[in-house]
């Protein structure tokens, strides 16, 4: 018979020591169960109101009325973007309920971001039978200028055939150059 070697040996004993031992505590104690109502106590007024509490939402003054948080919450940081350097591309895509709008630029820096189309009426509707937009994205100052296909972005926007009824022409406008759809 051929024995084994002094390291196997070692290995078997010291996981069957770990396996004796793991098991040693297990049966004295039990893991504590309580029913649905056996935690309950009678607490004070104060502590159960201070409990209904959360932290984390502000109090809302009442001087302020009932549609001041609705207010604030429409109160966006305004837009930062500057008009993005040239149009390379603009085209419709069909789409369910109208078409999309999407417009390829190029910007001076890589690193542009928060890329938009912004309509040049609040609404986006047609002036003389033209729908205006400017792409802007907001550009770091601290970036190099880099090759011309890190510098390029794409943006797209939702244009529904009601507002598409009275329109000619789409203008995309740029900082250098602008594209116009017609339709």
Same mark, same amino acid.
């Given at each position: 018979m051929v024995r084994a070697s002094g390291m196997k040996r070692r290995v078997f004993l010291g996981l069957a020591a770990a396996g004796i031992l793991a098991g040693c505590g297990a049966g004295r104690e039990r893991p504590r169960r309580r029913g649905l109502f056996s935690g309950r106590r009678a607490r004070r007024a104060a502590e159960a109101e201070a409990a209904n509490t959360n932290p984390l939402i502000p109090k809302r003054d009442e001087e302020e009325g009932i549609f001041a948080s609705m207010q604030r919450r429409r109160r966006d940081p305004p837009y930062e973007g500057t008009p993005v350097a040239a149009i390379?591309?603009?085209e419709l895509k069909p789409a369910s309920g109208g078409v999309l709008l999407r417009?390829? &630029?190029?910007?001076?820096?890589?690193?542009?971001?928060?890329v938009r189309l912004i309509p040049d009426q609040p609404e986006?509707?047609?002036?003389? &039978?033209?729908? &205006?937009?400017e792409l802007r994205a907001e550009q770091p100052e601290d970036t190099p200028q880099g090759?011309?296909?890190?510098?390029k972005i794409?943006?797209?926007v939702f244009i529904s055939r009601k507002k598409l009824r009275g329109a000619r022409e789409i203008r995309v406008r740029g900082g250098q150059?602008?594209?116009?759809i017609r339709l």
């Amino acid at each position: 018979m051929v024995r084994a070697s002094g390291m196997k040996r070692r290995v078997f004993l010291g996981l069957a020591a770990a396996g004796i031992l793991a098991g040693c505590g297990a049966g004295r104690e039990r893991p504590r169960r309580r029913g649905l109502f056996s935690g309950r106590r009678a607490r004070r007024a104060a502590e159960a109101e201070a409990a209904n509490t959360n932290p984390l939402i502000p109090k809302r003054d009442e001087e302020e009325g009932i549609f001041a948080s609705m207010q604030r919450r429409r109160r966006d940081p305004p837009y930062e973007g500057t008009p993005v350097a040239a149009i390379t591309n603009a085209e419709l895509k069909p789409a369910s309920g109208g078409v999309l709008l999407r417009v390829e &630029g190029l910007t001076l820096r890589e690193g542009a971001f928060n890329v938009r189309l912004i309509p040049d009426q609040p609404e986006g509707e047609a002036i003389n &039978g033209v729908i &205006g937009y400017e792409l802007r994205a907001e550009q770091p100052e601290d970036t190099p200028q880099g090759p011309e296909r890190a510098r390029k972005i794409l943006a797209a926007v939702f244009i529904s055939r009601k507002k598409l009824r009275g329109a000619r022409e789409i203008r995309v406008r740029g900082g250098q150059n602008e594209r116009v759809i017609r339709l």
